[in-house]
């Protein structure tokens, strides 16, 4: 069974300045990791995902993420906020063995970012 | 492309009463699903298909019924609402089951039972 851990439930945080929101997952096996973003009454949308490769990974909005196995982990980060950044984060994995429900994804219960002028 | 409609966006029910959400997308998605927000839970599945016909339960299926007659639609059934069924409903699909794909979210209907 796989679980996910988002260690902040609120970051506030100022314009301009760096963040990072931590996620924590548990898997018996190789996983996918993905983070989403949902602004302000919206449906959710893919900022980035990991599947395999290099451990840092790029997304849109000036966000990345590092995977790091030995601490599962999968960190998001962004060096300089924007107000309009201010939105909920959701991090989710999905085991990497297609079979039965394992495709079904695991969502972890979302960070609020509020960033302050 | 539409992506992923929901209808309505908010739904005000008594308690007892049933309606269904209606959720479609355009993208020729196999895999559907249906997930409950609730402040401080994050997101819970309720039902999924991975196609046509085919359904299952997720973490959270009791007071809801879904199926799945055609590629496009995927309605969730509210049978006798309650109270506890206060919540924001998003519908989602992926292209296959393959879990290295991104989904696709719908806007939700905001549903207060009373």
């Known amino acids: 069974a796989q679980s996910v851990t988002q260690l902040d439930s609120q970051v506030p945080v100022f314009e301009e300045a760096p963040v990072e929101l931590r996620c924590n997952y548990s898997s018996s096996v190789s996983v996918y990791l993905f983070w989403y973003v949902q602004y302000p009454n919206q449906g959710l949308q893919l900022l980035l995902k990991y599947l395999s490769g290099s451990t840092l990974v790029k997304g849109i909005n000036g966000f990345e993420a590092e995977f790091n196995k030995s601490q599962t982990s999968f960190h998001l980060r962004k060096p300089s906020v924007h107000i309009s950044d201010t939105a909920e984060y959701f991090c989710?994995?999905?085991?990497?063995?297609?079979?039965?429900?394992?495709?079904?994804?695991?969502f972890g219960r979302g960070t609020s970012l509020i960033v302050h002028p | 492309n539409a992506g992923v409609t929901q209808t309505p966006k908010f739904q005000v029910l008594k308690t007892g009463q049933s309606m269904t959400l209606q959720c479609a997308q355009d993208m020729n998605h196999e895999y559907m699903s249906w997930y409950r927000q609730d402040p401080g839970m994050g997101l819970r599945l309720i039902h999924y298909?991975?196609?046509?016909?085919?359904?299952d339960q997720g973490e959270v299926p009791n007071g809801y019924n879904v199926s799945r007659s055609t590629t496009e639609d995927f309605p969730l059934r509210l049978l006798s609402a309650a109270p506890s069924q206060t919540s924001v409903y998003f519908c989602a699909s992926r292209s296959t089951s393959d879990p290295r794909h991104e989904q696709f979210f719908g806007p939700g209907t905001r549903l207060t039972v009373l």
């Open positions: 298909s991975v196609g046509a016909g085919i359904t």
């Open positions: 989710a994995v999905s085991d990497s063995a297609a079979s039965g429900g394992s495709y079904i994804p695991t």
